[in-house]
């Protein structure tokens, strides 16, 4: 008898945003830039995950209004919906119904270990926090495991969640038979943890804003941009170099998002920079390589978003290929956990 073997595959990637707010520069360069560059390598699906940001308390018409927009960049960032793979998580059912499959062998502990989990908790009332935010990071592993995906371009923030979906599915493979490929984070050299311009200690974030000059949002006008920029906080210093000092995180911020943005090498930037007069220099030029990283994005956006019925065409047409690679995981994953087959 012949071996029966799985057919070959491109490798894939999945990853996913949540439309809680506006995006911003740390999103698209620890996020978005890679999926524009991966999708040529991979066969990519990008999902704007929306059932992730009911998590924390939230506004139905805002999500909505988020719901697209967050899509309308996908494309404007630069993914192909004619290679890629473009859709609404909550489109495809098969993310809520693996998520509960896989809620049902996770043990709590590695939830409650979670990091995002504590600080988002910590930030709200202990009776409003939701079962829904300690239970993200197995709706997450349900994303990316029913596409099994080979690879997941995120930021830094999101390593240990990664790292919960491998040993899920690692877990779930012991337990029921091989089933899901096991994920490998995919996370750029550059620009994969841009702080905030307002307080260099903390993350950039789109939900999170603590002032108007937090961060700068892929849709910012030039001259809001570039205020932003200017106003970030440094230090007292005038030295500009790549530094770990937590006292000199601003400027090192700073010259992160040029690295992340020109994709010059760390050597180049600082001899490029070892003749300005002081961190003024750095900001004006940190501000024009900004400005023209987002022209191009913004005027694809405009132009994208003149007709709305035109992605939400993209995003019918996208359910449609995501949910006939979801479905054939779904079913081998009942099969596999013991669940009678319903007759037709
Ligand atoms: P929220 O504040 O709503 O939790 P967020 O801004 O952290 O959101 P997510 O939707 O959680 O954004 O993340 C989308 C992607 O952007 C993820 O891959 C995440 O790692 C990446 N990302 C988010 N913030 C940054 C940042 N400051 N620097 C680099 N990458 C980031
Ligand atoms: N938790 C992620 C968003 C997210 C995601 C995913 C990323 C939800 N599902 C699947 C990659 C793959 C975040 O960035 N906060």
């Not at 911003?24 to 830039?33: F, H, P, R, S, V």
């Not at 210093?237 to 000199?248: A, N, Q, V």
């Not at 022209?295 to 992605?311: F, K, N």
Request: some cysteine; aromatic content about 8%.
């Amino acid at each position: 008898m012949s071996e029966t073997r799985p057919p070959q595959r491109n490798k894939r990637v999945l990853s996913g945003v949540q439309p809680s707010g506006n995006l911003t520069i740390g999103n698209y360069l620890g996020a978005l830039k890679q999926w524009a560059r991966e999708q040529h390598n991979y066969e990519s699906f990008f999902c704007v995950v929306d059932l992730h940001a009911i998590t924390v308390p939230y506004d139905p018409a805002t999500l909505r209004a988020k719901t697209r927009e967050v899509a309308a960049l996908y494309l404007a960032c630069g993914i192909d919906p004619a290679i890629s793979t473009v859709f609404v998580q909550s489109h495809i059912p098969a993310h809520s119904e693996l998520a509960w499959l896989l809620n049902c062998v996770t043990p709590l502990g590695w939830l409650y270990r979670m990091t995002q989990f504590k600080d988002k908790a910590a930030k709200q009332q202990a009776e409003s926090v939701s079962a829904g935010l300690l239970n993200y990071p197995v709706l997450m592993a349900a994303d990316i495991l029913l596409y099994q995906a080979d690879a997941v371009p995120v930021g830094d923030d999101q390593r240990q969640h990664l790292e919960l979906t491998r040993d899920l599915a690692q877990r779930f493979n012991h337990l029921f038979g091989e089933t899901f490929t096991i994920p490998e984070p995919m996370i750029p050299p550059a620009g994969a943890r841009i702080r905030a311009l307002d307080d260099p200690t903390v993350k950039m974030s789109k939900s999170e804003v603590s002032s108007e000059y937090h961060a700068v949002y892929l849709l910012d006008p030039p001259d809001k941009a570039r205020k932003k920029i200017m106003r970030a906080v440094t230090d007292s210093g005038r030295e500009i170099r790549f530094s770990d000092d937590p006292e000199r995180a601003g400027v090192n911020n700073l010259l992160e998002l040029y690295e992340a943005m020109t994709g010059e090498t760390r050597e180049a930037i600082e001899a490029h920079f070892a003749t300005a007069r002081g961190y003024g220099d750095l900001k004006k030029e940190v501000a024009d390589v900004l400005i023209a990283t987002l022209e191009p994005i913004q005027a694809r956006y405009h132009e994208l978003t003149r007709d709305v019925s035109y992605i939400d065409g993209l995003l019918a047409e996208g359910a449609a290929r995501a949910r006939v690679v979801a479905n054939a995981t779904l079913d081998l994953v009942r099969e596999r956990m013991g669940f009678l087959k319903a007759r037709t």
